[in-house]
């Protein structure tokens, strides 16, 4: 028998991966460590999954959590703050080490991997994504940890768009995108698939050891054909204005949230750069061979997002 644990189960990603490993293995080889077990989803307490508190920030809750468990799964701490997110991911990975663990899976994000598909120039920086420098640096650290480790590139969320699309929200009524550093190209994919080939490759006896692989949609659509889709879903005109990285600060300066603080923002334009270089237009089929069918396309969550409100997405990730 394998026991999991599995960091972030409240999350986004994290919840998705949890409800197909929930098809795949018995829930009493499941344990979910939480920084807050009080805070624990309905689905995860019906489930009945052991819950234990494990606190990225207290190594020795951590090791606790992870006691006995064979694979651990790692999800990303939700934030672009790049020291803080390497400290979480060190103690957790020293954790693990302490704990025993076989095997660990961790969370990273598809930017970058334009670079080892020759998309851009060798020796230029793998990614200039602030986003992406607490990952690469996380995945260095368990490169060298001694531990098996699979480290998956989670493509860009579907879910997420507006955050890539300028924090456009439909009912804001504006025509407009406003976005720094041109049309870029993302291979969009949705968060229930990138939960079920996770989960997939997580209960995996073997294959996947000491590999990065990308787990990205099969097609690539660029801003602009996104404008194009939500003109037609919307019946009204919307379109991308593409600016300067200063013009893009202010015109989203003062908006609620961290979203509309300049020093937030200014990171976030790094996002734009690192798509205009190609770094998320990467359509890989590992996914679907995993799958075994075709993702979801993009436009189908993109017209259930508009469907029911778009607005969620921007507050969960731009923290
Ligand atoms: C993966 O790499 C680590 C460190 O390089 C090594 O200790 C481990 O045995 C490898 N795992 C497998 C299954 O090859």
């Known amino acids: 028998m394998t026991k999991y644990v599995l960091t972030g189960a409240t999350g986004g990603l994290g919840s998705q991966a949890l409800l197909f490993l929930l098809h795949l293995v018995p829930a009493s080889d499941i344990v979910v460590s939480l920084h807050n077990p009080a805070g624990a989803s309905p689905t995860i307490v019906s489930s009945g999954v052991e819950v234990r508190k494990g606190d990225y920030a207290d190594p020795a809750s951590l090791r606790t959590a992870f006691a006995g468990a064979d694979k651990l799964f790692l999800v990303s701490y939700p934030s672009i703050a790049h020291e803080l997110r390497v400290r979480m991911h ?20 598809a930017f970058g991997f ?7 120039p060798p020796g230029e920086q793998e990614s200039v994504a602030e ?46 995108v406003v976005v720094p550093h041109g049309d870029g190209a993302i291979a969009w994919v949705s968060r229930p698939d990138l939960g079920d080939g996770t989960a997939r490759i997580i209960v995996a006896e073997s294959g996947y050891e000491n590999r990065t692989l990308l787990l990205s949609g099969t097609r690539v659509v660029t801003l602009s054909a996104l404008a194009s889709t939500v003109s037609a879903l919307l019946n009204r005109p919307v379109h991308l204005k593409v600016v300067s990285e200063d013009e893009y600060v202010a015109a989203h300066t003062g908006r609620p949230g961290p979203r509309g603080e300049a020093g937030f923002l200014r990171k976030w334009a790094t996002t734009y750069r690192a798509l205009g270089r190609g770094e998320c237009a990467v359509a890989d089929p590992t996914l679907r061979e995993i799958l075994g069918r075709e993702p979801t396309p993009f436009e189908e969550t993109v017209r259930e997002m508009l469907g029911v409100g778009a607005e969620g997405a921007v507050d969960r990730y731009a923290r």
């Open 131 to 176: 986003v992406m420098q607490a990952h690469l640096d996380t995945e260095a650290y368990l490169k060298q940890s001694g531990l098996t480790y699979t480290i998956i590139r989670e493509g860009i969320y579907s879910e997420s768009y507006p955050l890539y699309f300028g924090y456009w929200s439909a009912s804001e009524g504006t025509d407009e």
């Open 90 to 109: 060190k103690n957790a990975i020293d954790a693990a080490h302490a704990a025993g663990i076989k095997h660990i899976y961790y969370t990273s994000l």
């Open 114 to 120: 334009g670079a080892q598909r020759a998309l851009v």
